[in-house]
């Protein structure tokens, strides 16, 4: 089913790419009451992983699911991530956060570290839900680094995707991790470098202080940006040769044009992390449609006044497209159809 989607208009605010994702992190924010249910997923190599269960009350078996994967420095309480289940809840469907290795409730479950490329651990997780969900279509949703993940996972199906789930939607994924990590050492004298090593070397220290046995990690004082922990970090605790090995491996850009279930990349022309040309110019099927708005910055898209409940233009997307991919009912009760069709052909990069 195509998917209408409105033109994102920024907030007269917060113009710009850096203030879209600034201020659409820290800012304009609402109180969510925590409810779901924590599972814990235990992996084929021993760690364990913890996915927040946020169930309807009217919900039923064969009903419409979907699995939100976080960015790095992200879990299950990112603002994105609670919104997003909240509204999806809301339109009936039941909604599995994903903490990724040695985040949110996991911390101490995971004595291998949380990387790019792990889409093995989505696809565990993906598993697990069909089996306490069996039947019920599935949507896949992930935000920067989780959605390079589920764009990985997608192209590693290629034709062979589990029945159950019905399509993949990612959100600002760096499909080459080597080429985001440039341009964001580069970005405002490296700010954003900076502040994603803060929270990595925050990550180690939980890691270290929570994980039975792990293998300790000594960060230099030298340690300045993501290129540097990669290298340092990541590439030898992960059993990659270096960083250039680990982007190579961990990249999705490669698997874009493998991927045959439907697929929808949203990013903004503006975003100040994830390059739009790597998206523009990487390959893909016929069965990835490219959203490029020409502005949200990273994960940001605070609106100006719509149709919209509220200015979270991002999170009434995840709406829209999760339902337009639901079969039965749900969609006709649900789904608002006062879109402009942006998708008339497959494959074709929008801008709105």
């Known amino acids: 089913m195509d998917v209408h989607f409105p033109s994102f ?12 994702t600034i201020l659409g992190c820290y800012f304009f924010h609402q109180t969510i009451t925590y409810t779901a249910t924590q599972h814990r997923v235990t992996l084929d190599d021993g760690d364990a992983i913890v996915v927040h269960d946020d169930r ?21 309480q ?3 991530m609670q919104r997003c289940a909240k509204k999806l809840n809301a339109h009936g469907v039941r909604v599995f956060r994903m903490d990724l290795r040695g985040c949110g409730a996991g911390i101490g479950l995971a004595r291998q570290l949380c990387h790019a490329g792990r889409s093995d651990d989505v696809a565990a997780v993906l598993n697990d839900i ?24 997608a192209g590693e199906w290629a034709d062979q995707a589990p029945d159950n789930v019905v399509g993949v939607m990612a959100v600002a994924p760096p499909v080459d991790l ?10 405002l004298r490296g700010m954003y470098d900076r502040s994603f090593v803060t929270g990595l070397r925050r990550y180690i220290a939980n890691r ?23 290298a340092c970090v990541t590439a030898p605790l992960s059993g990659f040769a270096d960083a250039d090995d680990y982007y190579s491996q961990a990249s999705s850009g490669p698997y874009l044009r493998k991927i045959r279930i439907p697929t929808l990349i949203v990013a903004a022309k503006d975003d100040p992390i994830v390059p739009i040309d790597c998206l523009q110019q990487s ?24 149709k919209d409940p509220d200015c979270r233009w991002l999170d009434w997307r995840v709406v829209d497209w999760t339902l337009a991919h ?15 069709n942006l998708n008339t052909l497959p494959g074709v990069q929008h801008s709105v």
């Open 283 to 306: 390959q893909i099927s016929d069965a990835v449609k490219l959203i490029i708005a020409d502005g949200g910055g990273h994960l940001g898209y605070v609106a100006a006044r719509s």
């Open 78 to 80: 990112s603002g994105y």
């Open 178 to 187: 080597g080429v985001t990590c440039l341009n964001v050492q580069k970005v």
């Open 130 to 153: 069909n089996v306490r969900c069996l039947n019920s279509p599935t949507a896949v949703i992930g935000f920067s680094m989780g959605a390079n993940m589920v764009l990985k996972l």
């Open 208 to 230: 270290e202080r929570n994980t039975p046995d792990c293998t300790p990690v000594p960060l230099p004082a030298s340690l300045r940006g993501i290129r540097d922990f990669d």
């Open 9 to 20: 208009r920024p907030h007269p605010w917060v113009r710009g790419g850096h203030l879209q």
């Open 56 to 76: 309807p009350q009217k919900w039923q078996p064969n009903d419409p699911v979907a699995l939100l994967v976080h960015g790095l420095g992200g879990s299950h």
């Open 326 to 340: 639901m079969p039965g009912p749900l969609v006709a009760a649900n789904w608002r159809l006062t879109r402009p």
